[in-house]
């Protein structure tokens, strides 16, 4: 696919361009060619629907060739990680609700999902993983939890995520993994960097 | 070893240097002093690279006592400098003797003061910065009384004090912004708010963010943003419709609309605006 078919660039202050993907995958796509390419930039940030580079060398080098990359379908490709979780969380019960489903189908839908973490965001290591169908999305909390624990699995939108320290938050919890998700002095400092496949496994 | 005691840390002093850049897409802000130049004039000042790292104090002051004798500068907010109770100079490289007490008084002018010392603060780094980040608690500890900082040798030699001029401190603050990249979620009228008045700075501004009081913007659409990356200086926009500007501590990612970026060159500002001070945008 190349990246022309989806031109919305938009300037971010002096050395920053915002360019939006039709969704997440393509996000990490788009994240993944720079990464091949060397494009020298002080940060890449994927998104759901964007692609932040901030603090770009040349930026008109770059809008210009930004039309002619060749995106790769975003990796299949990563490392895989299994998360051992027990599926307790406190609104899974809800979740299974909003499903139109009884909890145990939802454990064997996470359990059977291969998901990929599009992208990281909200606090360090957190990961945003894809896999699940649009129409298993399901809205925040309406007023989020004051604090949610480490290695608390919830969901929110069509995305997976895992809380790498407390925290509060919105997300609708599904289980808990004892898995650390963020290490400062391990390289990468994240267990789960955009790319990386993951499978939920019942602990 | 060389080190530098903390008899008293003030309300919020931390070890700043400029910051861990390239992790944002692992969800780690960049950090780093607030107020860039003056971080590196503290630098300079005392012979130091401009990578080393200095303290940086918010409004308090801070009081330090060195092991050996140190060169040390205090830059930033303006505020009265004594050592062993006698007065020096702001702004200029002075030596502290060993075991006396550098006192780095309340901000009488700005919010940040920083104090440079020669080999500047050897403190571990984590992912390549000294920085303490106050939103995702990486790097060091806000600093406590009876801490003790490592120090490095120093490199170079004191800077002759002719070199630090005075900052202008212009009230009301003016921001030049770049356009976007949100400005269309924003109806005109809130556009023309946004430079046609004055905002006052909130009391709940820190390091992540400068909170804004003033006229209310209002989207020109509905619906919600999906999270995207945010950069230095990004002026968001959230439901109540007041503006805050992103300082070094903010998140990687955020919900609400960006309506335009603060120029870099005016970011030292934000980090020496008082609560109650006035701020103007202009276009850039």
């Known amino acids: ?203 | 070893m060389r080190s530098l005691t903390v008899t008293e840390a003030g309300p919020l002093s931390t070890v700043q240097d400029r910051g861990r850049p390239g992790w944002a897409h692992l969800g780690v802000p960049r950090s780093g002093a607030l107020d860039r130049p003056a971080a590196d004039l503290a630098n300079r000042l005392v012979g130091n690279d401009g990578s080393a790292a200095v303290l940086e104090t918010t409004l308090g002051g801070i009081s330090l006592t060195p092991s050996e004798p140190v060169t040390v500068a205090v830059t930033g907010a303006e505020c009265a400098v004594t050592i062993g109770g006698s007065a020096v100079g702001y702004a200029e490289p002075v030596r502290v003797p060993a075991g006396a007490t550098l006192r780095v008084g309340p901000a009488t002018r700005g919010v940040r003061s920083y104090v440079g010392v020669a080999g500047g603060i050897t403190v571990e780094p984590v992912l390549g910065s000294r920085s303490t980040d106050t939103l995702a608690q990486v790097g060091p500890p806000r600093l406590r009384d009876g801490d003790v900082l490592p120090l490095g040798d120093p490199v170079g030699a004191p800077a002759g004090v002719d070199v630090a001029s005075a900052r202008p401190f212009p009230r009301p603050a003016l921001l030049r912004l770049h356009p976007g990249p949100r400005a269309d979620w924003f109806d005109a009228p809130s556009l023309a708010t946004l430079t046609g008045t004055s905002y006052a700075v909130s009391r709940e501004s820190n390091r992540v963010g400068l909170r804004l009081e003033g006229p209310a913007m209002t989207r020109s659409r509905e619906g919600e943003l999906p999270s995207e990356g945010l950069v230095l200086g990004a002026v968001q926009v959230p439901p109540s419709g007041q503006p805050l500007v992103f300082l070094h501590d903010h998140p990687t990612t955020g919900g609400y609309p960006v309506v335009a970026v603060v120029d870099p060159d005016d970011l030292w500002l934000c980090a020496q605006l008082r609560p109650g001070e006035l701020v103007r945008f202009s276009r850039r």
Do not use: N, Q
């Not at chain 1, 990464?35 to 580079?53: N, Q, S, Y």
């Open chain 1, 1 to 203: 696919m190349w990246l022309t078919v989806l031109m919305d660039i938009r300037r971010v202050g002096r050395d920053s361009v915002l360019v939006a993907v039709p969704d997440a995958a393509t996000a990490l796509a788009v994240f993944e060619e720079c990464r091949r390419r060397g494009t020298d930039v002080a940060d890449v940030v994927p998104a759901a629907e964007t692609v932040l580079f901030d603090g770009v060398r040349d930026l008109e080098a770059l809008v210009h060739d930004l039309p002619s990359w060749d995106l790769r379908p975003a990796s299949r490709t990563g490392e895989l990680v299994e998360v051992p979780t027990t599926y307790d969380g406190g609104d899974l019960d809800d979740v299974a609700a909003l499903w139109e489903t009884t909890t145990d189908e939802v454990v064997a839908t996470h359990t059977g999902t291969e998901f990929v973490v599009a992208f990281c965001g909200f606090a360090p290591g957190f990961p945003y993983c894809t896999g699940l169908p649009d129409r298993l999305a399901v809205p925040r909390l309406d007023s989020p939890r004051a604090k949610v624990p480490a290695g608390a699995v919830g969901l929110a939108g069509p995305f997976t995520g895992i809380y790498p320290s407390t925290s509060p938050g919105g997300w609708r919890l599904i289980g808990r993994t004892d898995l650390r998700l963020w290490e400062p002095d391990r390289d990468p400092p994240a267990t789960l960097v955009p790319g990386t496949r993951v499978r939920f496994v019942v602990a």
